[in-house]
């Protein structure tokens, strides 16, 4: 059994009266459901006898937490529960509370600094986040062993039979395409996506480099191309060897290879003779606090108690969510799970923070995602290839001040 939420009093009251205070805790369905929250708003009341606390959940899904919130902030949850691809529409707004003190240390001490920057903007943490989500490999062990599945070029370099693909390329509209240029180095408006002034270097040498990469792969007889046969289709009669995939295709892939099934990290590759660690798009779910609440020290003080190694751990027992708390991902028994295991490795050793701004995600999708698709018409070849980048860079950049 997994460690419940902590008991240990955290503060008490200092004349000895207590005060009554109400908290609105707005998560998803399955935070009621399993008890989860119930267990920790009864350990946190425990462990502060200074306030009588009145609890009110209301279900809203992480997905829809933004849109919930900016109806009416005043009548929002003083905790909620959002995905972090969100943070930019609730600081714009003013809707959720800066964290600071020790809440801030937790987050910057107990929780990767790829994971601590889905929940930071301009340099300030606005949230805590309590599970993963991003994308890593599949593979199939009758095809590719471990050492295989380190680089790109093991992969594509195996011996296997005629019909059978070692590598399956798919972009995702650019989310998964985004992890060859972001783990060679490339950026789109800065680290975080919000520095507008940085402009887009994917016309560099380096993004040259990776496009050409990009090509051969792409072109290789050895590499299936999303929308031209499936996933599913492949390895149902052991025809592919790795293919980068989520969390939620795990029942169906596992249904069909069993125990054949390999699940790993994302590969290294070498686009212009230096090995670079592929970065997937990683984005989190995350605690925030209403910047409106009436109760502020008490609800500051919840969503760190929730967020907390001790919670996770409880979260991850009763709601199978793989805990972002580095110390909480690396429990024995979450270890033990080779999903959770994963997840968190992909996470901690190989993603980066998805960039959220406005104009990042108003133009990144569509121009992003058009490239492979013109790779594999044969519209980018080698040799307009830095002609195209050029004008992917200026489709990006243009006039993007005010927008």
Avoid at 343 to 357: F, I, M, T
């Amino acid at each position: 059994m997994l460690p419940r939420a902590a008991r240990t009093r955290q503060g008490g009251a200092a004349d000895g009266e207590t005060q009554d205070i109400a908290l609105k805790v707005w998560c998803p369905q399955n935070q009621i459901d399993t008890g989860a929250m119930t267990q920790m708003e009864e350990a946190f009341q425990a462990a502060h006898p200074e306030w009588n606390i009145t609890w009110t959940n209301e279900v809203v899904g992480e997905d829809k937490c933004a849109e919930q919130v900016l109806t009416d902030v005043g009548i929002a949850g003083d905790v909620f529960l959002f995905a972090s691809d969100q943070l930019p529409q609730l600081v714009q707004a003013g809707a959720i509370a800066q964290l600071g003190g020790a809440t801030e240390e937790m987050v910057k001490n107990e929780i990767a600094e790829s994971v601590t920057a889905t929940v930071t903007q301009d340099g300030k943490i606005y949230g805590i986040p309590f599970t993963h989500n991003t994308f890593f490999m599949y593979y199939d062990k009758t095809l590719l062993d471990e050492n295989d599945i380190k680089t790109l070029e093991g992969i594509m370099a195996k011996e296997t039979a005629d019909d059978v693909y070692n590598f399956y390329f798919e972009s995702a509209g650019g989310w998964k395409l985004g992890c060859y240029y972001y783990g060679a180095g490339c950026s789109v408006f800065g680290a975080d996506g919000s520095d507008l002034a940085a402009g887009v270097d994917w016309n560099n040498a380096t993004g040259l480099a990776v496009t050409n990469y990009l090509i051969d792969l792409i072109n290789n007889p050895k590499c299936a191309y999303d929308g031209e046969i499936t996933v599913t289709e492949l390895i149902e009669s052991h025809r592919l060897g790795a293919w980068f995939g989520g969390t939620w295709e795990y029942e169906n892939f596992h249904s069909i290879l069993g125990d054949d099934l390999g699940m790993a990290i994302i590969p290294t590759f070498n686009p212009d003779g230096t090995d670079y660690q592929l970065l997937s798009f990683y984005g989190s779910k995350a605690i925030g606090v209403n910047a409106q609440s009436k109760n502020m020290a008490a609800a500051v003080q919840f969503a760190a108690f929730i967020g907390n190694e001790e919670n996770q751990l409880l979260r991850y027992e009763l709601s199978q969510q793989a805990p972002a708390n580095i110390k909480a991902g690396e429990n024995e028994k979450v270890m033990a799970d080779p999903l959770m295991a994963v997840l968190v490795e992909e996470s901690n050793k190989a993603s980066v923070a998805q960039p959220s701004s406005s104009v990042f995600s108003s133009r990144y999708w569509t121009n992003a995602g058009a490239i492979p698709t013109e790779i594999r018409s044969g519209i980018i070849t080698k040799d307009n290839a830095q002609e195209r980048l050029d004008t992917f860079v200026q489709a990006m950049t243009a006039e993007t001040v005010g927008e």
